[in-house]
């Protein structure tokens, strides 16, 4: 990168620390203040800094432009893809991507299980809002009181006796994913099937996605889809960072509890 590129871009993360004036610039990028101000009032021109009326240089609202229209540009299910394949690949189970829209959350994509028994779902199909566990790990993510008002106006069908009862049992549920960070569906929509889930996160850290691996009991118990979950959430936390942009930190998950629940 050339050095004045380098020194230019690096004004950026100063100034999001808070409004900063020509000298602190110029000693943070180690040059001279003429130096410095070319560099500002190349920035100031394009929007991306702005010089306050102390004299003191902040971001300038283009840059937060740029950054709304590169998120609501974000194509997760285009990013989260070859994820995806990788994480079939490593496990051979059914991996889905889920996004809500309204008060549905809807598969956008889905790799099949390399198995002969394969799930019954398909893209752009709702999922069962009330038991999925990709459905638990978005709404999880959403503030209380809106939280609270879906839960409220949402049904509670008994597709097993696993199902969720009703939206007291439910807010509990979601409290406790948005605690721990993951979700299950064990036997919660069909008894033969299980389900973990893990979020997709945006640059501004809510959650934007979920993806899945999901199984019957005649290919994997619910113990052996409990395993796979470190994998699923370093998945998910791939995806999130190419959402993000971010280089992926050393991975210090410690190991999750996955002890399934008593059969009841």
Same mark, same amino acid.
Not at 186 to 191: C, D, R, S
């Given at each position: 990168?050339?050095?004045t590129?380098?020194?230019?871009?690096?004004? /950026?993360p100063?100034?999001?620390?808070g409004? *900063?004036d020509?000298g602190?610039? !110029?000693?943070?990028l180690?040059?001279?203040?003429?130096?410095?101000?070319r560099?500002?009032r +190349?920035?100031?021109?394009?929007?991306?800094?702005?010089?306050?009326?102390?004299q003191?240089?902040?971001?300038?609202?283009?840059?937060? !432009?740029l950054?709304?229209? &590169?998120a609501?540009n974000?194509d997760? %299910?285009?990013? !989260?893809h070859?994820h995806l394949?990788?994480?079939?690949?490593?496990? =051979?189970?059914t991996?889905?991507? *889920? $996004?809500r829209?309204?008060?549905?959350?809807?598969?956008?994509d889905?790799?099949?299980?390399?198995?002969?028994v394969?799930?019954y779902? %398909?893209?752009g %199909?709702? $999922?069962?809002i009330?038991?999925?566990?990709?459905?638990?790990?978005?709404?999880?993510?959403?503030?209380?009181?809106?939280?609270?008002?879906l839960?409220?106006?949402?049904?509670?069908p008994?597709?097993?006796?696993?199902s969720?009862?009703? &939206?007291? *049992?439910? %807010?509990?549920?979601?409290?406790?994913?948005?605690?721990?960070?993951? *979700?299950?569906d064990? =036997?919660?929509?069909?008894?033969s099937v299980?389900?973990?889930?893990?979020?997709?996160?945006?640059?501004?850290?809510?959650?934007v996605a979920?993806?899945?691996?999901s199984?019957?009991?005649?290919? &994997?118990?619910? =113990?052996?889809? /409990? &395993?796979l979950?470190?994998?699923?959430?370093?998945?998910a936390?791939?995806?999130?960072?190419?959402?993000? =942009?971010?280089t992926p930190?050393?991975? +210090?998950?410690?190991?999750?509890? +996955?002890?399934?629940?008593e059969?009841t």
């Open positions: 990168m050339s050095q590129v380098d020194r230019a871009l690096s004004i /950026l100063l100034l999001a620390e409004p *900063a020509l602190q610039v !110029a000693a943070r180690g040059v001279h203040k003429s130096t410095a101000l560099l500002l +190349t920035l100031h021109e394009h929007g991306l800094v702005h010089r306050q009326r102390d003191r240089y902040r971001l300038g609202a283009r840059l937060f !432009a950054a709304q229209e &590169a609501e974000l997760v %299910r285009e990013i !989260a070859p394949v990788r994480l079939n690949e490593d496990t =051979g189970h991996v889905h991507l *889920a $996004v829209e309204g008060d549905q959350v809807l598969y956008i889905k790799v099949e299980s390399r198995y002969p394969r799930l779902s %398909r893209i %199909r709702p $999922v069962a009330t038991v999925a566990a990709v459905a638990k790990v978005i709404l999880a993510d959403l503030p209380e009181p809106e939280r609270h008002a839960t409220a106006r949402l049904d509670y008994a597709y097993t006796s696993r969720t009862p009703d &939206a007291a *049992a439910f %807010r509990a549920e979601l409290a406790a994913v948005r605690e721990q960070g993951w *979700a299950v064990l =036997g919660g929509h069909e008894e299980n389900c973990v889930a893990a979020p997709v996160r945006g640059p501004d850290g809510a959650v979920a993806l899945s691996v199984a019957p009991h005649v290919v &994997a118990s619910a =113990g052996e889809l /409990l &395993a979950l470190p994998r699923v959430r370093r998945t936390r791939a995806v999130s960072d190419d959402c993000s =942009g971010r930190p050393e991975d +210090t998950t410690p190991p999750e509890d +996955t002890t399934p629940p059969e």
